[in-house]
T-cell receptor, first 109, second 115 residues
Framework: DAKTTQPNSMESNEEEPVHLPCNHS???????IHWYRQLPSQGPEYVIH???SNVNNRMASLAIAEDRKSSTLILHRATLRDAAVYYC??????????FGTGTSLTVIP | GAGVSQTPSNKVTEKGKYVELRCDPI?????LYWYRQSLGQGPEFLIY????????DSGLPNDRFFAVRPEGSVSTLKIQRTERGDSAVYLC?????????????FGQGTRLTVV
């Protein structure tokens, strides 16, 4: 299964945009890029996913590089409630979600 | 309820005992996943069901772990002869079809402590 690489931690000031990077250089043509986040003491929560084109929803935006070897999750205005561990995951024909260690986002008031 | 429900939320058991963890997926979801999460780590895949059958059980660590989903809805994760290393949060997730283009919904997890 294709692997993803994310920074261990990031910080952002409240109400500023946050760009969370993810590298996935071994991605295959059929792999979707998913982002989940996990707040303390809760199960992971779906954020967004895409295949080739950039995606927007009420929570975030997903920018996918043209070669698909990297992607960026964009939170447009970070709030304290966005403090969580963010996971970038590839899903292919196996259908499972393989989580890495993710990026721990700290939001500074 | 509308979400994935896991019971119990906490379970403390003695080393060597047998435990069962239950997952009620979202109604109508055919795909169901079990994960295990240790402190400071991301969730680790255990098993994936499509309907009643285990489509992929490659993540089960050994033969002490077993999971069933007899009617294609509720699933039970069974752990025999528990060991202290089994202590973790066990997470269940479901999705409408299990394809790579679908989102998964996770429960709050069952925290298992083996003493």
């Amino acid at each position: 299964d294709a692997k993803t690489t994310q920074p261990n931690s990031m910080e952002s000031n409240e109400e500023e945009p946050v760009h969370l990077p993810c590298n996935h250089s071994t991605i295959s043509g059929t792999d979707y890029i998913h982002w989940y986040r996990q707040l303390p003491s809760q199960g992971p929560e779906y954020v967004i996913h895409g295949l080739t084109s950039n995606v927007n929803n009420r929570m975030a935006s997903l920018a996918i590089a043209e070669d698909r070897k990297s992607s960026t999750l964009i939170l447009h205005r970070a709030t304290l409630r966005d403090a969580a561990v963010y996971y970038c995951i590839l899903t292919g024909t196996g259908n499972q979600f393989y989580f890495g260690t993710g990026t721990s986002l700290t939001v500074i008031p | 309820g509308a979400g994935v429900s896991q019971t119990p939320s906490n379970k403390v058991t003695e080393k060597g005992k047998y435990v069962e963890l239950r997952c009620d997926p979202i109604s109508g979801h055919t795909a169901l996943y079990w994960y295990r999460q240790s402190l400071g780590q991301g969730p680790e895949f255990l098993i994936y069901f499509q309907g009643t059958g285990a489509a992929d059980d490659s993540g089960l660590p050994n033969d002490r772990f077993f999971a069933v989903r007899p009617e294609g809805s509720v699933s039970t994760l069974k752990i025999q002869r528990t060991e202290r290393g089994d202590s973790a949060v066990y997470l269940c997730a479901s999705s409408s079809s299990g394809g790579p283009n679908t989102e998964a919904f996770f429960g709050q997890g069952t925290r298992l402590t083996v003493v």
